[in-house]
């Protein structure tokens, strides 16, 4: 069957009619929407906002421009979300740092200052090592952790990759040289260069290395074996009750119009479906695990109780 160019043309403008309602009775978005990415390029926060922007292209009538914004662990660009104007054009991609930060007393911004839109994605934390290290499994490493100094790289101090570390120690009597980064990916590069022993940021993150043979990942923090990590033992296989990892959401200045939260909302439930962005997680071996607003919502005050308490335990805070 052959298609006149208007009947294409008309197919195409009730597809957009159909979109577009929720969207015509506010006006919003009438110009280009700010993701902000409190991190650097090239990790897994930046590369899921990437990915987002790309596949809410179908779904939005105005463009996600991705913006990186990376320091403090996070609480630059968290800053600059509920500095700005609660008018629903800048956007931030949080991840769990929004936890562990201001139970560390290192800012005083909580996932209470925003209006969560969705969970996007989990992954855990994984202890990484350079693939000519002299350690071919977890056990050997923490032994010899326990005899030397060893420098341990994270995404900043109080970040969720500290915590994971500082996790180990606790459970192990090991005791790690915490060097902080802007991010997981210059912590990554600094293994690679050969100025760590190691690091704990999430596996995900370091799924181009392994896989390349560059980088070998001893052990990941999560309840179960993850995809594209089928040889890396749990630390609870291991009888190490360690399950820790990072998810990725997104969320506005909590002053945001709910009409506009609403609307925000529908559209990411839409954009989370687009094929696209499915590859773009499978490539990258990042984990999907969607969450609406309220759910969202909910996962944030738990996550929000729980690092509170490992930190008390720890001891960590304020360092």
């Known amino acids: 069957m052959k298609f006149h160019p208007l009947h294409l043309l008309a197919g195409f403008a009730c597809a957009l009619a159909l979109q577009a309602p929720a969207f015509a009775e506010t006006g919003y978005p009438s110009k280009p929407i700010e993701l902000v990415v409190p991190y650097p390029a090239g990790g897994g926060t930046d590369v899921l906002a990437r990915a987002f922007a790309v596949a ?24 600059d979300t509920i500095n700005g104007k609660a008018d ?3 956007i931030v991609l949080l991840a769990t740092d929004l936890m562990t930060q201001p139970n560390m007393g290192y800012t005083k911004i909580t996932y209470e200052d925003f209006t969560p839109i969705a969970r996007l994605n989990y992954d855990p934390a994984a202890i990484t090592v350079r693939a000519d290290a002299p350690w071919a499994t977890v056990e050997e490493f923490i032994a010899a952790a326990k005899k030397g100094d060893f420098k341990i790289g994270n995404g900043g101090n109080g970040s969720t990759w ?3 570390a500082a996790a180990v120690e606790d459970k192990t009597g090991a005791r790690f ?3 902080p980064y ?5 912590a990554i590069l600094a293994l690679m260069g050969g100025h760590l022993d190691a690091i704990t940021v999430s596996a995900a993150e ?19 074996r993850i995809k594209g990590f089928e040889q890396a033992p749990t630390l609870k296989e291991r009888g190490l009750d360690i399950s820790i990892g990072t998810w990725r959401g997104l969320a506005v200045n909590k002053a945001t119009p709910p009409e506009i939260v609403a609307q925000l909302r529908g559209a990411t439930a839409k954009v989370v479906q687009e094929p696209s962005l499915r590859e773009a997680l499978d490539k990258q071996n990042m984990g999907y695990a969607y969450a609406d607003g309220d759910a969202f919502y909910a996962v944030m005050a738990k996550d929000h109780a729980f690092y509170k308490a490992l930190i008390q335990k720890l001891g960590l805070k304020g360092q």
């Open 56 to 79: 809410a292209v179908k779904h939005l009538p105005q463009p996600l421009v991705v913006m990186n914004k990376p320091g403090a662990s996070g609480a630059i660009g968290w800053a």
């Open 177 to 179: 040289n915490h060097i």
């Open 88 to 90: 629903g054009y800048k």
């Open 182 to 186: 802007a991010g997981a990916n210059p």
């Open 162 to 164: 500290h915590l994971a």
């Open 206 to 224: 370091t799924y181009a290395y392994t896989s390349s043979g560059k980088l070998r990942t001893l052990a990941v923090m999560s309840d179960q």
